[in-house]
Nanobody, 118 residues
């Protein structure tokens, strides 16, 4: 089992940037993929981005492609989500998650709030 702690959320104006961090502990960090999800008020949690164990393969939701970048530093046991050109519709609680194998996500952080004002 992995413990995840997100940080870096906050209030930003439209067009601005934020970088979220997700610190992991409990298992060898390079042994699992990492992902970011988000949940806006009244909406279901949605996939944002995923990165492979080594960091060589990434996937993005169409809604963030070209604006967000997921990365990881296996030496620091930390994953990141760089968010540029933020829009009000990006407002949500952002969660990081682990994926050991297969299609399921195994561990979740507590979330960090991102609010984008227009």
């Amino acid at each position: 089992q992995v413990q995840l702690v997100e940080s870096g959320g906050g209030l930003v104006q439209a067009g601005g940037s934020l970088r979220l961090s997700c610190a992991a502990s409990g298992r060898t960090f390079s042994g699992y993929a990492m992902a970011w999800f988000r949940q806006a008020p009244g909406k279901e949690r949605e996939f944002v981005a995923r990165i492979s164990r080594s960091g060589g393969i990434t996937h993005y939701a169409d809604s963030v492609k070209g604006r967000f970048t997921i990365s990881r530093d296996n030496a620091k046991n930390t994953a990141y989500l760089q968010m540029n050109s933020l829009k009000p519709e990006d407002t949500a609680v952002y969660y990081c998650a682990t994926r050991y194998d297969g299609a399921n996500y195994n561990d979740w952080g507590q979330g960090t709030q991102v609010t984008v004002s227009s």
